[in-house]
T-cell receptor
Framework: AQSVTQLDSQVPVFEEAPVELRCNYS??????LFWYVQYPNQGLQLLLK??????LVESINGFEAEFNKSQTSFHLRKPSVHISDTAEYFC?????????????FGGGTRVLVKP | NAGVTQTPKFQVLKTGQSMTLQCAQD?????MSWYRQDPGMGLRLIHY???????DQGEVPNGYNVSRSTTEDFPLRLLSAAPSQTSVYFC????????????FGPGTRLTVT
């Protein structure tokens, strides 16, 4: 079984400032790690994922996340946020082995970007 | 491609009523699942399916039924609605490998009074 903890439920941030969203996980098996984003009144979209290889993964819109196995963390960062980054962000894990693509989600972090 | 579609967008039920939330995908994905989203709890898996005719329970299956007669459709049935089932429900689909991206529908907001 896996569990995911997102340490901040809300993060207010000014436009062009950096932001970090913290995610820690617990699992007895090897996992894949994901960040999903939910814009207001929409479904979730994949932002980025770590499967293997380089521990630093990047998205096309400037976000990056670093997998730290020893600290069981997968924090998400962006050096300079835009108003359009206002959304809720979910960290999720799935076991490397198992039936299908069962995701375990964290509680979410709501990011509000202020002008 | 329409992706993952869900109907209805909004629904209000009285306690004890039953209803079916519809989900369809046109990407030929083997894996389909239902989640409920509640404030501060993220998304929790209700039921999932790895192919037509195969379903299994997730983390919070009580009060819900599913079936998968075709690859495309995965309806979620509430047998006797309760106020605790007030939530936003998301359907998702993906290829079968655990590394694959899941595609989410737009959600159904359900209120049970």
């Amino acid at each position: 079984a896996q569990s995911v903890t997102q340490l901040d439920s809300q993060v207010p941030v000014f436009e062009e400032a950096p932001v970090e969203l913290r995610c820690n996980y617990s699992s007895s098996v090897s996992v894949y790690l994901f960040w999903y984003v939910q814009y207001p009144n929409q479904g979730l979209q994949l932002l980025l994922k770590y499967l293997s290889g380089s521990t630093l993964v990047e998205s096309i819109n400037g976000f990056e996340a670093e997998f730290n196995k020893s600290q069981t963390s997968f924090h998400l960062r962006k050096p300079s946020v835009h108003i359009s980054d206002t959304a809720e962000y979910f960290c999720a894990v799935s076991g490397v082995r198992g039936a299908g693509n069962k995701l375990t989600f964290g509680g979410g972090t709501r990011v509000l970007v202020k002008p | 491609n329409a992706g993952v579609t869900q109907t209805p967008k909004f629904q209000v039920l009285k306690t004890g009523q039953s209803m079916t939330l519809q989900c369809a995908q046109d990407m030929n994905h083997e894996y389909m699942s239902w989640y409920r989203q509640d404030p501060g709890m993220g998304l929790r898996l209700i039921h999932y399916s790895v192919g037509a005719g195969i379903t299994d329970q997730g983390e919070v299956p009580n009060g819900y039924n599913v079936s998968r007669s075709t690859t495309e459709d995965f309806p979620l049935r509430l047998l006797s609605a309760a106020p605790s089932q007030t939530s936003v429900y998301f359907c998702a689909s993906s290829y079968l490998r655990t590394r694959d991206e899941q595609y989410f529908g737009p959600g159904t907001r359900l209120t049970v009074t």
